[in-house]
């Protein structure tokens, strides 16, 4: 039985700050980051944005490819690492918001950078089991650096929204996949404001590690080499290491393209790699396959294999597309405002 | 006493969240959010009308001084909008890209964060105009 | 209906009154208007108040200002219709006479907004407006009018610099007012480089937060005459009290003030007046626009035309239609229960002969606008004096 996409939608917020702007002020070498990160610009959610509104419009875009009454959505899984509440599920906003409520199974998931994966991991198992029809699972994030820290230069903001089903798919999951060991390569205290990450050891040990895991297995699965796939996409904090780690698999930069968002987006966090997956399906050909594997610090991937369907044409143009989302109509602010917006300026009582 | 309220929030979530008024089915006037009795015909009978989320802006001005509530997101652009098919509100156009806020302006209805009752309290979320 | 006659009339001298409490405001304006009328007892008495309760954390003002003023016993009734308190204060006591309830009514509005922070005053005036579907989403007062302000100019041609005008005229006016909170002019410049409120409104565009109170005493006309001291009568001929969508956006016309002329069209019928007949009137210049809103309203002037009117002087004490010899909410301040009734008491005067180097020479007939919110619900009197 095929299970799969239905529908995917995703939302990019208008503002960007450029890494020279946040250089600036730290007195710290724009050009070293640029070129040691491959990253130039990222993402600012307005004051008005957080994981909840993202995931909304990324859902409602999801809805309009996907063509289906909301009602009919059996659960909503958010994944973030910047839920606006500690107690009480984006989720539950969201599935009001779009009229999936109130019978609907609704849960918020936290996993580093694969929050969002993790939710397409339980979306798509929940829809084969038959225990609902229809499953949504978004990766979204706003997530903060501290001031001054090298994340930074690489936090951002945007939400990727997949409706998974069994009838009318746009892909096909072919396989999936979840690597995980318990790696504390990078962590949040409860309370905490601001992350903490264990410098060069998020690279080989954690990064690396997992992702190859990940990716092999899922490839094992499938029998499949890296030249059998058209697009893959990784889990991409910086430039670098989406492409390092694609390389070393087997993938070539072409194949990675297209998925490759990090340089002017940035970190999306939870969901990076699920953006990178919609920008690939805003161009993808019938029979396209594509590989995906996220990454969470903590730590673990979870890899998808999607094969996309004839449908994927009737649906692409249904709703704003990712790439023409992060060029076009930006709206540039400096550092002030980018404190204020992301609510590092201590205020008045 | 607020209207952030959770209990007056909540109740507020299909007119807020999902946009949804009423039709009177006396004189199809369009009410938002919905109500008990048509203000055109003195109806009261209506059918559920969600409102289209496209729609223009029929005046608007900026806002420089505001209350509490918004006294550190001036300036903000503040506008009336006629939804297609019916329905007008009063929201914060915001987003504008090179762009100076116009009547006539076409815009979109986008799920945004409307206030919060301090860091600790509950959250509001409503809708705000962008540009389409 | 009786004749309803205003045989005494008195305020404070309005602004930021710290030393002076709520009740203490209002008795001292109760006590002067008592004093004018020469009456020491009163059947009964209005307070026009916006809020009390938001204010100052005080209701049941009916009571409790009875009680100040050494009349506990007598009915009191506390009256609110946002910035139209006053106004529909004093068209309680009207009715209250003209039915034949009461001889004697002390119509009194009050407003103390000083004992709280500027961000609970803003908060309480804004409750006149939708809480739940304008002031939630952003919208404030000034806000409001600025977008009716916007609408207006964009279908009428009217300027930022007209707009201007208003309130300069009516600073000019309120320089001969010794109870105004402002006595100082300003120019046109002045007005349009203050800080901005909401664009195109000026913080010099817009009535100040003020403290102050208002009384007059109506009495039958029997009792007016047995009364007079030989001073003119003073009459209420005209009333009319209207309401209209509140928020803003469910206005047909965002241009327009249908309550201000539904409230104006009731009164000049009861009076059997046209509007060109009124020789001089005190409006609800709560913000400049308004102004030019409500003349056009009460018919003073063709629609779309209150910019260019106030522009050639035609509304300026010596014009075509004095408005706002007083000063207006802008000068003389905005106390707001105490407006509307403030409105009487300027008019009052000016029909007796009596307002001193504000008068408007042969003023037989006056009308007063007061207006709740941005323009919901809007009373007009028409006030003639009797020889």
């Known amino acids: 039985m095929n299970v799969g996409i239905v529908g995917y939608g995703s939302y990019i917020p208008r503002r960007r700050i450029r ?57 909503v899984y958010i994944g973030s690492e910047s839920h606006p509440y500690a107690v009480k599920p984006s989720g539950t906003v969201v599935a009001e918001a779009i009229g999936a409520t109130p019978d609907v199974h609704c849960a918020d998931l936290e996993f580093a950078c694969k929050a969002g994966s993790e939710g397409m991991f339980i979306a798509s198992a929940l829809v084969r089991s038959g225990e609902v029809e229809y499953a949504l699972a978004i990766g979204a994030d706003t997530s903060q650096g501290a001031p001054g820290d090298a994340l930074e230069y690489s936090t951002a903001a945007g939400a990727a929204a997949f409706i998974f089903g069994r009838d009318n798919l746009l892909a096909t999951l072919d396989a999936q996949t979840s690597f995980m060991t318990d790696t504390p390569d990078f962590w949040r205290r409860e309370y905490m404001h601001y992350p903490r990450h264990a410098g060069r050891f998020t690279g080989e040990p954690a990064y690396f590690k997992h992702t190859k895991g990940a990716a092999l297995a899922l490839m094992a699965k499938v029998n499949a080499k890296p030249q059998d796939f058209a697009f893959a996409v990784f889990h991409q904090p910086n430039g670098k290491f989406p492409m390092r780690v694609g390389q070393e698999l087997g993938f070539t930069r072409q194949q990675m393209m297209t998925g490759w968002l990090s340089p002017w987006l940035g970190n999306t966090y939870s969901g990076a790699s699920p953006m990178g997956l919609t920008a690939i399906l805003d161009v993808a ?22 094969t996309v369907t004839e449908r994927i044409r009737e649906v692409q143009a249904l709703a704003p597309a990712t790439r023409a989302q992060l060029d076009e109509r930006k709206l540039y602010v400096d550092y002030g405002t980018y404190a204020k917006l992301r609510g590092k300026i201590r205020m008045g009582e | 006493m607020t209207t952030l309220n959770p209990a007056r929030l909540t109740r507020e979530y299909p007119a807020r969240y999902r946009l949804e008024g009423g039709r009177c089915l006396a004189c199809g006037a369009i009410v938002y959010p919905r109500r008990l009795v048509c203000p055109e015909c003195g109806g009261r009978e209506f059918a559920l009308h969600r409102l289209s989320n496209r729609g223009t802006v029929k005046t608007f001005t900026v806002i420089h001084v505001a209350g509490s509530a918004f006294k550190h997101q001036v300036p ?57 | ?240 009290l209207a309401t209209d969508r509140m928020a803003l956006h469910n206005r047909r016309d965002l241009a ?132």
Request: negative net charge; proline residues 4%; glycine residues 12%.
């Open chain 1, 285 to 306: 050909k019938p029979g396209d396959r594509i590989l995906m594997v996220s990454y969470g610090s903590g730590a673990g991937s979870d890899g998808f294999v999607w």
């Open chain 1, 19 to 75: 890494l020279g702007d946040i250089a600036k002020v730290w007195g710290a070498d724009a050009v070293a980051f640029e070129r040691g990160l491959e990253l130039h610009e990222k993402s600012v959610p307005a004051r008005d944005e957080d994981t909840i509104t993202m995931s909304t419009t990324a859902a409602r875009r999801a809805l309009a490819r996907a063509g289906i009454k909301p009602e009919r959505i059996g659960a």
């Open chain 3, 256 to 387: 327009a003030l249908p309550a201000v002329t539904k409230a104006a069209q009731k009164a000049y019928a009861m009076a059997g007046i046209t509007p060109q007949q009124v020789h001089v009137a005190e409006v609800h210049d709560c913000f400049t626009i308004a102004e030019v809103m409500i003349i056009e309203a009460l018919g003073f002037v063709p629609v779309g035309r209150g910019g260019p009117a106030t522009e050639a002087g035609e509304t300026a004490r010596g014009g075509r239609i004095p408005v706002n010899p007083s000063g207006g909410l802008k000068a003389k301040g905005h106390p707001v229960g105490a407006t509307g009734v403030a409105q009487a008491v300027e008019l009052t005067l000016q029909l007796r002969g009596e307002a001193g180097a504000r008068q408007v020479e042969g003023a037989r007939l006056g009308l007063a606008q007061n207006m709740g919110g941005t323009g919901a619900s809007s009373v007009v009197h028409i006030l003639e004096v009797i020889p």
């Open chain 3, 1 to 240: 209906m009786r004749d309803v006659c205003i045989i005494g009339v008195g305020m404070n001298d309005w602004g930021e009154l710290w030393d002076l409490s709520l009740r203490t405001i209002w008795t001292q304006a109760a006590l002067a208007a008592l004093a004018d009328a020469g009456v020491d007892r009163v059947d009964a008495l209005t307070v026009g108040c916006m809020s009390g309760g938001l204010f100052v954390g005080q209701e049941h003002l009916g009571a409790l200002l009875a009680d100040e003023l050494g009349m506990a016993g007598i009915p009191a009734t506390r009256v609110e219709s946002a910035c139209a308190s006053g106004g529909v204060a004093l068209r309680t006591g009207f009715l209250e006479v003209a039915s034949g309830v009461s001889d004697v009514v002390l119509v009194t509005g009050v407003e103390k907004m000083t004992d709280c922070s500027g961000d609970e005053a803003t908060a309480a005036l804004a409750t006149a407006a939708d809480q739940e579907w304008e002031v939630f989403p952003g919208a404030t007062f000034p806000g409001l009018y600025a977008m009716m302000a916007r609408a207006h100019m964009a279908a009428y041609g009217t300027t930022k610099e007209q707009l201007a005008m208003v309130a300069v005229k009516n600073h000019a006016h309120g320089l001969h007012n010794p109870h105004a909170q402002y006595r100082r002019a300003v120019t046109v410049e002045e007005v349009l480089n203050a800080t901005v409120v909401a664009d195109p409104l000026t913080v010099l565009g817009c009535s100040p937060i003020t403290d102050g109170a208002a009384a007059v005493v109506l009495a039958d006309g029997e009792t007016a005459r047995r009364l007079a001291k030989g001073r003119p009568l003073v009459r209420i001929a005209g009333v009319g």
């Open chain 2, 76 to 132: 903000y652009i503040l506008a009336v909008v006629a939804l297609e098919g019916g329905g007008t509100l009063t929201c914060e156009l915001t987003d504008l890209v090179d762009q100076q806020p116009e009547i006539g302006m076409p815009v979109e209805l986008q799920f945004r964060r409307i206030q919060e009752d301090g860091e600790a309290g509950v959250i509001a979320y409503g809708h705000k105009a962008v540009p389409v």
